[in-house]
Each structure stands twice: as C-alpha cells, then as structure tokens.
C-alpha cells in the first residue's frame, strides 16, 4: 500500500454505489452527445409502441367480427319481410299443440344423445331435460331432433343466454323482432323452451319453403341465403356428433297397453337408464 491509498480505498464498493458509478459514466449523466439525442429516440419509441397497440386492436376487433360475426344472426329477418298471410300461419305453427311423442323411441334417443352432450352440459338432469325439449319441438314440427342439436352447436354452443353482437339470443340465436312478427312482446327468447318453440318453428318455415333443401333453408335461417359456409358448419356439427339411426322396432306382445304407453319420463328415471347412460348393462 502506498502512502497516497488509504484505507478506504481498498474497501469493497457496495453494489448501491456501483450503480451510481455508473449512472454517472452514462454518456447522458455526462451531458455528452448521446444525451441530447436520448429524449427524442425515448418519444420515437414511444409513439411507435402506441401506432403499433393500436394496429394490434383493430386487427383483433376486425378478426372477431370476421369470426364470431355472421354465425351469430341466426333466425335473421327475411329479405323480403313478412307478409301477413305469412305471419299468420307462423303464428299458428307457433301456438301448436305438442304431438305424439313414441315413449320407447325417445328413451332410445335421449339416452344415445345426452351422452354426446356431456362435453357442453356436464349435469345429466340439465341434458335430459334439454333432449325431452328438443325432441318434443321438433315432433311438432317434423324437423329431425339431430338438426336442431346441430343448428344449437353452431349459434350457442348450448348457451341458453348467449346474446350475439347482432342481438340475436338463446340456444338457437333467435332475433328479437321475430317476437313482434309471431308472438309476444314478453316472450322470453333467452328460456330454453321459448327459444326452442321458435328457432324450430322458423327453420321448419323455412325447410318448407325450399321444398326441402336444408342448404337453403338453413341459409335463410341464418341470414347468409346465397353462401354454404353456414349450412356446411351445420351439417359438419350433425354429421359427426349428432347423427342417429333409431333402433330396430320390436314388439312385446304379452305388454298391456298401459305399459306401452308408459311415459318417457319414468324410463328415464329408472336405475336401469341410468346404467344404460354411463355404458353398463341393465
């Protein structure tokens, strides 16, 4: 050590004041050049990382649009309006009466369907009662159960209170002006059973004014009369998830009447369907 170094010098610097150092030996604490030039680049940046959120949310705000958009205006209003012969009759079909359900062919059909549901309504009684619906609108309508599982897939993914960006609402995205057209200023379009009563009742219009071709028809359902992309979605979602072939019909012939007859509702809530449900052997 030489007489000029004292002891102070020779301790570790900790690393608070190393950081000071070198703060200090940064060109700007220096008042270099690098310090005249330090505040403009810190505002270019800045204002490139704002240009550069904003793009980033216009593109989202456009791919939403793009994507969720035009599968969302299901039960859309029809180009050409309604007619009052036309808003009669479907106010007729709307006030039906439910028909004839076999008890026997609906057990084989809930049973076969809830467990396709369970991806979107894990509780067993909610997709039950949501299939006896379903299968009890489109008896009414002679509309296929599958379709109208399918055509739900598609607008709700089995949301009953979805609502779109359009306005259109429940399972089958049902649009509000329709309450005018064909039912009640009340109707609750966000319950299950309403919604149901008239998505099934205008596809069923519509099916019958194509004369039975469901591209068409499912077209005009969702508004995009003229373009497949939605009416190949729907049967994409029926196809490959809901598609049925009903059981061979059987006859017991010692069964009383009243045993053919027995309600769906019973089957279903016998320990026997409950095994059949989950796969096992009653």
Do not use: N
């Given at each position: 050590m030489t007489?000029?170094?004292?002891?102070?010098?020779?301790?570790?610097?900790?690393?608070?004041?190393t950081l000071q150092q070198r703060r200090a030996d940064t060109p700007s604490a220096q008042g270099t050049d690098g310090g005249h030039h330090a505040a403009p680049r810190v505002a270019w940046q800045r204002r490139l990382r704002t240009a550069l959120g904003a793009l980033l949310l216009l593109v989202a705000c456009l791919a939403g649009t793009l994507l969720s958009g035009p599968a969302r205006a299901a039960a859309a209003i029809p180009e050409e309006g309604l007619s009052p012969a036309l808003r009669d009759s479907l106010r007729e079909a709307l006030e039906e009466p439910e028909s004839y359900e076999d008890p026997i062919d609906t057990l084989h059909w809930v049973l076969s369907m809830q467990q396709r549901l369970e991806?979107?309504?894990?509780?067993?009684?909610?997709?039950?009662?949501?299939?006896?619906?379903?299968?009890?609108?489109?008896t009414r309508t002679g509309l296929a159960p599958e379709l109208i599982l399918a055509v739900i897939q598609v607008e709700s993914a089995f949301r009953p209170v979805a609502v779109s960006h359009a306005g259109a609402r429940g399972l089958m995205q049902v649009m509000p002006f329709w309450k005018r057209e064909i039912g009640e200023p009340s109707d609750n379009l966000l319950d299950q059973d309403t919604s149901l009563?008239?998505?099934?009742?205008?596809?069923?219009?519509?099916?019958?004014r194509e004369k039975g071709d469901i591209t068409d028809a499912l077209a005009r359902y969702n508004g995009s009369l003229g373009k497949t992309w939605y009416p190949e979605r729907v049967m994409r979602a029926w196809t490959t998830r809901w598609w049925y072939q009903a059981p061979a019909p059987f006859v017991v012939e010692d069964a009383h009447t009243t045993e053919k007859q027995r309600s769906a509702d019973d089957a279903?809530?016998?320990?026997?369907?409950?095994?059949l449900a989950v796969g096992g052997s009653p």
């Open positions: 007489s000029s170094t004292t002891a102070a010098d020779t301790l570790p610097r900790s690393p608070h004041s991806r979107y309504m894990p509780d067993r009684a909610a997709r039950i009662d949501l299939l006896r619906k379903v299968r009890r609108e489109a009563r008239y998505g099934a009742t205008i596809l069923a219009h519509y099916l019958k279903l809530d016998s320990p026997a369907s409950r095994s």
